[in-house]
């Protein structure tokens, strides 16, 4: 039955944290797959949530089903972090959130129902934008067009190409994903003038906005991050928005993120939640519970609350001063090359501009893992590697 098979090389991202895992260089460093480490070198569990997780050893009374769209308590913690408290989004009813494992799991949710609700199902997505989002769209049957995005001239965006391709070729009725911020893979975002721009033009050509939001709290705060989200919000009718609390809470195991659907009216919005349902049925029947309920918990409680905004604010900051730790060794290191875009680049992606043969020289000499692409895991940088990094991008890049 099987004969005809042969092996298919896997998602490159996660081949390297295993060439990384089988590296017996004690200088390897690991600057590949998007998850926070701290100066050792590890991903801790943040306080906040080991002791969220002691409250529901002790209050945790079922392990039953939770139901399609997991726990409401969960929902109304989504729409307070993405929208802000008091939106009037939340209080008109106009946005339902579901419980889904991961930011992935939000994305291949909302990639069904867009496949199963929308005629002509598109959606334009930047160029480029992170690996995963193209299999789960195609695996949805949803025809994928890319606008320009990444300038590597300026390492900033291609604002004009990006509307000039979305004004020439996007319908009525298509979707546009958009990164609400530190944009995966390149670091480089929207500016809210920008954010502002795109959404007139999305009002005005009647495109579905799709938000991906993985990285909230690593730019520039938990509110700042979702500016340009809660703008366009706040102007266009229907949207869909997937989040991950895999970053921000450091519960990446655990597979925690939402799907949240707002429309022009509840009803409207509630018909649309009842379509995504069926969609989750088909696909993981319901969500985990874990991982929500450590987010809910924390979230009900103002002092673990507290707690975990200065957990968060601590990964950005340490992530931040890498970034200019980095810039400023690079530059003292007289490599001809100037990194100093890297200061603006925003979350735990930096695209360094190393071409790919100097990603491989990197990695075959120096056990240095970086995705093919250039892309950096900036919180994979600590005070024991950066000399041993920076000596080495010097001698590749010259
Ligand atoms: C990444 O881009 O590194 C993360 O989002 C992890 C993943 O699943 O790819």
């Known amino acids: 039955m099987f004969k005809h098979l042969s092996a298919v090389p896997g998602d490159p991202l996660l081949a390297l944290i295993i060439a ?32 969220a997780e002691a409250i529901l050893l002790q209050q945790e009374d079922s392990k039953s089903y939770l139901g ?76 994928i067009e890319t606008y320009p995005y990444y300038d590597p001239e300026t390492n900033g965006v291609r604002f004009d190409d990006m509307m000039k391709t979305l004004k020439a070729d996007a319908k009525a009725g298509d979707t546009i994903l958009l990164h609400a911020c530190c944009h995966n893979p390149t670091g480089v975002d929207l500016s809210f003038e920008q954010w502002q721009e795109v959404t007139s033009f999305v009002a005005e050509r009647g495109l579905l906005p799709l938000v991906d939001a993985a990285y909230q709290g690593f730019g520039d705060g938990l509110d700042e991050d979702m500016a340009g989200l809660r703008h366009m ?49 088909a696909n993981y029947s319901m969500p985990p519970a874990h991982g929500a ?12 609350k507290a707690e975990w905004v200065e957990e968060v604010s601590a990964m950005r900051n340490r992530i931040n001063t890498l970034r200019n730790q980095l810039v400023e ?30 990603v ?26 950066i000399d041993y990094l920076c000596d080495a991008i010097a001698t590749v890049v010259g």
């Open 20 to 51: 990384h895992r089988n590296d017996p260089n004690p200088n390897k460093v690991d600057l590949g797959v998007g998850v926070y480490k701290d100066d050792n070198g590890n991903t801790p569990i943040l306080n906040s949530v080991k002791k």
């Open 68 to 143: 399609i769209n997991g726990a409401p308590e969960f929902a109304a913690v989504i729409q307070e972090l993405l929208l802000g408290k008091d939106n009037t989004i939340i209080k008109d009813k106009r946005i339902f959130s579901a419980q889904t494992p991961g930011g992935t799991g939000a994305l291949k949710v909302a990639a069904d129902f867009i496949g199963s609700s929308l005629p002509n199902p598109k959606i334009w997505v930047s160029d480029p934008t992170w690996g995963n989002h193209l299999p789960i769209f195609r695996s949805a049957g949803l025809s």
């Open 233 to 281: 919000a706040s102007i266009i009718p229907n949207m869909l928005i997937c989040n991950s609390f895999s970053k921000n809470f450091g519960i990446y195991r655990e597979r925690c993120g939402g799907l949240s659907v707002i429309a022009e009216t509840s009803e409207e919005a509630s018909n649309a939640y009842s379509i995504i349902g069926l969609a989750i049925r």
């Open 293 to 304: 309920a450590v987010v809910y918990t924390i979230m009900n409680d103002p002092e673990l």
């Open 329 to 358: 060794k690079l530059a003292a290191s007289n490599t001809k090359k100037d990194f100093s875009f890297i200061r603006a680049q925003r979350g735990m992606f930096s695209y360094s501009g190393l071409t790919v043969d100097q």
């Open 360 to 385: 491989h020289t990197l990695r075959n000499d120096y056990s240095i893992y970086i995705a093919d692409t250039g892309r950096m895991n900036v919180a994979g940088i600590t005070d024991n590697n």
